[in-house]
């Protein structure tokens, strides 16, 4: 296994790491450790923890041991936090990526500031061509002079993976899977509901410090088990291969890991 603080230093992208927790409860803790190793990482280099998370299942499952915890080793204040895709709707409509977020998260922890979280912009809901670059300045704008100018290095993105493989809201067979210049872009015809969205593209994904996949339950079965055991298929999910020096690492419960081939390792910080 490798150690959360090794960089992969080949300079073809590292192998998926799974970990494969007995329950999603088992699971939650140790995303809890990960994301806290994560932003200490991110701290002592450069004073900052830069999150990028998903909607779905996936914010319950972190919130769950990150808030009310009774130590103080999150650093709220350092963190800042984007959105790997959003769907256009109001931020107060229950399909928005940050209104479940904000349920399942953000209003559980009153130290984080809403400055310290990057929404789309509501004015431009209409249009999804400029709310996507929109997203995609204030991606530059945060990140602008940091390690990458070229690409935004996020120090986490969290995903979640869908029944179909999607990823973000990059979907099987779509023309995203090969944008390679945008760092946001528009989607309208989103097979999953509701059809307008934005979302990161690979030239983000990849170029992550750390990338995390996060799922649960029987339903992933099948899916894990095709993107681990056969990338070739070019899942979407299966794409997410940061750069060195990142790493991609899959978080499951054992029930989503049933039929997967692919070597577990011991979770270990
Ligand atoms: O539509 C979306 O779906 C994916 C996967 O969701 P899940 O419920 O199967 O975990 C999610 O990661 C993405 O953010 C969301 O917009």
Same mark, same amino acid.
């Given at each position: 296994m490798a150690p959360l603080s090794s960089t992969n230093p080949s300079t073809t992208p590292a192998e998926p790491i799974l970990y494969s927790f007995k329950t999603p409860d088992d699971l939650s803790k140790g995303l809890a450790e990960f994301v806290i190793k994560a932003q200490d990482d991110a701290i002592?280099?450069? $004073?900052?923890?830069?999150?990028?998370?998903?909607?779905?299942?996936?914010?319950?499952?972190?919130?769950?041991y990150l808030v009310n915890r009774d130590d103080n080793r999150l650093r709220w204040d350092k963190w800042e936090i984007f959105f790997c895709d959003e769907r256009l709707v109001p931020l107060d409509h229950e399909d928005s990526n940050y209104y479940l977020c904000d349920r399942e998260f953000f209003s559980k922890v009153p130290e984080l500031k809403r400055s310290q979280i990057h929404?789309?912009?509501?004015?431009?809901?209409d249009d999804a061509e400029e709310l996507a670059d929109a997203y995609e300045k204030d991606l530059v704008a945060a990140f602008a002079g940091k390690e990458a100018v070229r690409r935004p290095v996020?120090?986490?993105?969290?995903?979640?993976?869908?029944?179909?493989?999607?990823?973000?809201?990059?979907?099987?067979?779509?023309?995203?899977?090969?944008?390679?210049?945008?760092?946001?872009?528009?989607?309208?015809?989103? @097979?999953?509901?509701?059809? $307008?969205?934005?979302?990161?593209?690979?030239?983000?994904? $990849?170029?992550?410090?750390?990338?995390?996949?996060?799922?649960?339950?029987?339903?992933?079965?099948?899916?894990?088990?095709?993107?681990?055991?056969? @990338?070739?298929?070019?899942? @979407?999910?299966?794409?997410?291969? @940061?750069?060195?020096?990142?790493?991609?690492?899959?978080?499951?419960?054992?029930?989503?890991?049933?039929?997967?081939?692919?070597?577990?390792?011991?979770?270990?910080?």
């Open positions: 002592t280099r450069r $004073n900052k923890f830069t999150l990028a998370t998903s909607g779905g299942s996936l914010p319950k499952m972190l919130s769950k929404t789309i912009d509501e004015k431009l809901l996020f120090d986490l993105i969290l995903l979640g993976m869908g029944p179909d493989g999607h990823t973000c809201s990059l979907f099987p067979g779509h023309e995203l899977l090969a944008e390679q210049h945008r760092w946001v872009a528009p989607i309208k015809d989103s @097979p999953k509901p509701p059809s $307008n969205r934005i979302t990161f593209t690979y030239p983000v994904l $990849n170029h992550a410090h750390r990338a995390a996949f996060v799922l649960a339950g029987e339903g992933k079965q099948d899916l894990l088990a095709r993107t681990l055991d056969h @990338p070739e298929e070019g899942l @979407p999910a299966s794409r997410v291969r @940061p750069a060195p020096p990142g790493d991609i690492y899959y978080f499951t419960d054992d029930a989503a890991s049933a039929k997967a081939q692919y070597p577990k390792s011991e979770f270990k910080l």
